[in-house]
């Protein structure tokens, strides 16, 4: 990396960084609601449905967790991105 001014070498791109974190926990939670219809992590589905409304051990209910987790985790990936680049900013 020659060439590179310091404050530009820890960089993360919050956008980037927003999309794959909704992307997985969007994913991750869809899983787990379907999963659930078979009794496993149906615990964590009921937890997770007092956050997620319309969050359920159910196909549909499966496809509305997704959904909310993408807009969740792309929030905190884009809050992380932007912290980051603040810290990095500073230092």
């Known amino acids: 990396m020659k060439n590179v001014p310091k404050a530009q070498k820890h960089r993360l791109c919050p956008k980037s960084l927003s ?4 992307i997985v926990w969007g994913i991750a939670i869809l899983l787990t609601g ?4 078979t009794g496993w992590g149906y615990q964590f589905v009921n937890v997770m449905s007092s956050l997620y ?11 509305v967790g ?4 993408f807009f969740i985790g792309a929030i905190l990936g884009w809050a992380i991105g932007n912290v980051h680049n603040k810290i ?3 230092s």
């Open 19 to 22: 999309l794959s974190f909704g």
């Open 34 to 37: 379907w999963i659930a219809m």
């Open 53 to 63: 409304t319309g969050y359920d051990a159910s196909f549909v209910g499966g496809i």
């Open 66 to 69: 997704g959904i909310w987790g």
């Open 88 to 90: 990095m900013n500073r």
